[in-house]
């Protein structure tokens, strides 16, 4: 519920903090005094249409927060759609959120969430988990009828029902997209095969081996450097091996060093180690010249070699230009679209079994979405009765109400009684609410009821009957006293304070018999400051509310203020018969 609202230089609010209970809130004053500008602030913190006129003259910007305690319901939905932009903290997480609205002089806004920058669509997609404002309001979920399938479940407790059902729909999507895919596939099923047999043949025909272009590369080297490699090779093996009886090559002095090392052994034990490194060192060095001998000989002079190599390396770039930037990927290219030539190959076996599977699918969606459908009639005509008889106490006893359910023929859709049908994650039906406000209109859909307070009170039968299966935490009456009288408005303060039970209800009145069932009652006056107009809003004591209940009877008298005394005895009455507690 809404426990805090802060409005700053909004029209003629210099600066407002109301601190909001649970139960019926009322507010009331003098026509022009203020009130329904708080709703257009309120409006505006959900999303609402901003314009710079909302800026009170001579400051920079208007400003509106307001900071929400949530019921686990809402609190769900809107976790996750904080978590989905990545908005999550631990106000959040601790079940309060905080929503803030800025208007600028120069059209500017801004919108926050918990303080933290989001876009608009944001701010209202959140906020119509918040709160329903019903006056001139974008807000009211009543009005959305694509709501109205999920209030009538939820008012017949269906929504297990419906859960199972939706599963089933699901598994059916998930086929039909494999199958989609298939069906698109076997569309350009020749061009295909085509394509990836030339495909596969070209990787197969190269007869690839991993690594295999990093060794080429090494022998591409080394055919190039040939002439190079040769000379190099010779310089080192006369340096080696080669020698004189005047100049002895290093590998005739490194065994002359050993033979030396030896006998010195044989005399003196203590150089044995010695001698051995020197052996060692002496076969070492022979297995160096045979080895730089035999490189030597596999240096070759090949330009067809050469010019092979090249070719291959070429092949291969080729392929990786094609198919993947290295050697691996293309072979992995080459599986991948092996693979997919088998499915194609057998697709149309696989498409027949999806097909068998999509017409099981459909029968089973047809027999759960009847079921489904069946409750929610009987439920309908539940509903249909409570809400009427709730506008009978409203005094709008010709009124009629129903809920539409019709099916929409569909060649692709489920299977009902050989008829193919529509159907969605819901369900078969399309439902709408439909009101005949007076004998002889016709029933016509809710969402196009002409405003006023014909409708205030409609609003007002619907979220009674529905308060259970409608998840908005706060309500928002705007003006719903406007065309009733004293007596019918005690009724719609009643019906409004019982409403306050399963939610926060605040309600601008005139009347006070409606006034007087305020579990919290604030009063909206306008001050004059030297050149300015002010609105103030304050809470009103016990002897205040008589003296404000009076004044909106007509008058401040002994009888006015006896009258007004009676209004709050008689609603003391009723809430006592309810079992409320007596106010403070």
């Known amino acids: ?184 596939l076997e569309r350009e099923r020749e061009r295909r095969l085509d ?38 090779a010779d310089d080192a093996a006369r340096a080696l091996s080669d020698g004189t009886d005047e100049t002895p090559s290093a590998a005739d002095l490194l065994g002359e060093a050993a033979r030396a090392f030896n006998n010195l052994a044989k005399i003196d034990p203590t150089l044995t180690a010695q001698r051995d490194l020197a052996l060692s060192l002496s076969e070492q060095f022979k297995e160096l010249v045979r080895d730089l001998q035999a490189y030597r000989e596999q240096i070759e002079f090949n330009p067809k070699r050469l010019n092979l190599v090249e070719e291959r390396l070429e092949l291969i770039k080729t392929l990786q230009r094609k198919y993947g930037g290295s050697l691996e990927e293309v072979l992995a290219f080459g599986g991948q679209a092996q693979a997919e030539l088998d499915t194609l190959t057998h697709s149309s076996e696989r498409r027949a079994e999806l097909e068998a599977r999509e017409e ?8 759960m979405g009847y079921a489904l459908s069946a409750a929610r009639h009987a439920a309908g005509e539940v509903l249909a009765r409570a809400i009427e008889g709730e506008l009978a106490d409203l005094r709008m006893e010709r009124a009629q109400f129903g809920v539409d359910q019709h099916l929409v023929e569909d060649p692709a859709g489920a299977i009902v009684d050989g008829r193919r049908v529509a159907f969605d994650g819901t369900g078969l039906d399309r439902v709408e609410f439909m009101v005949a406000p007076n004998l002889g209109e016709g029933l016509k859909p809710l969402a196009k ?6 409708t205030s009170r409609l609003m007002l039968a619907l979220k009674g009957v529905l308060a259970r299966a409608d998840q908005t935490p706060t309500l928002v009456f705007d003006e719903i006293d406007q065309g009733i009288g004293g007596r019918v408005g005690a009724i719609v303060g009643q019906k409004l304070w019982s409403l306050g039970a399963s939610h926060q209800v605040l309600c601008i009145t005139h009347l006070p018999q409606l006034a007087g069932f305020g579990d919290q009652h604030f009063k909206v006056e306008k001050t004059f400051q030297g050149e300015r107009t002010i609105t103030h809003v304050r809470p009103l004591g016990a002897s205040e509310r008589i003296y404000e209940l009076a004044q909106m009877l007509g008058g401040t008298g002994d009888k006015a203020m006896d009258s007004a005394e009676e209004i709050l005895a008689y609603v003391e009455q009723i809430k006592a018969a309810a079992g409320a507690q007596p106010p403070d």
Do not use: C
């Open 360 to 367: 099981k699918l459909l029968r089973r969606i047809g027999q």
């Open 195 to 232: 394509m990836l047999d030339f495909q596969i043949k070209e990787i197969e025909a190269a007869r690839l081996k991993p690594g295999e272009d990093k060794a080429l590369l090494e022998e591409r080297t080394r055919l190039a450097n040939a002439e190079k490699l040769s000379a190099l």
């Open 449 to 454: 009821v002409a405003s006023g307070g014909e």
């Open 1 to 184: 519920m809404l426990t805090e609202l802060r409005i700053t230089d909004f029209a003629i609010i210099d600066a407002l903090h109301l601190r909001l209970d649970a139960g019926l809130i009322v507010f009331t004053g003098e026509t022009g005094a203020g009130k329904s500008i708080i709703i257009d602030a309120v409006e505006l913190l959900l999303g609402g249409k901003s314009d710079p006129l909302f800026v009170r003259a001579g400051a920079e910007a208007a400003r509106v927060e307001g900071s929400f305690t949530l019921e686990p319901g809402a609190q769900a939905a809107i976790q996750a759609i904080l978590a989905r932009e990545q908005l999550l903290d631990q106000d959040m997480e601790a079940g309060e959120v905080t929503l803030a609205r800025e208007v600028r002089r120069e059209g500017r806004t801004a919108a926050r969430i918990n303080g933290r920058l989001v876009s608009l669509a944001i701010l209202r997609e959140v906020g119509q988990w918040l709160v329903d404002v019903h006056g001139q309001s974008e807000h009211l979920s009543l009005l959305r009828t694509r709501e109205h399938v999920y209030m009538l479940d939820r008012f017949a407790e269906l929504e297990p029902q419906r859960e199972g059902y939706s599963q089933v729909v699901r598994e059916l999507s998930a086929l039909r997209r494999e199958l989609g895919e298939l069906r698109r």
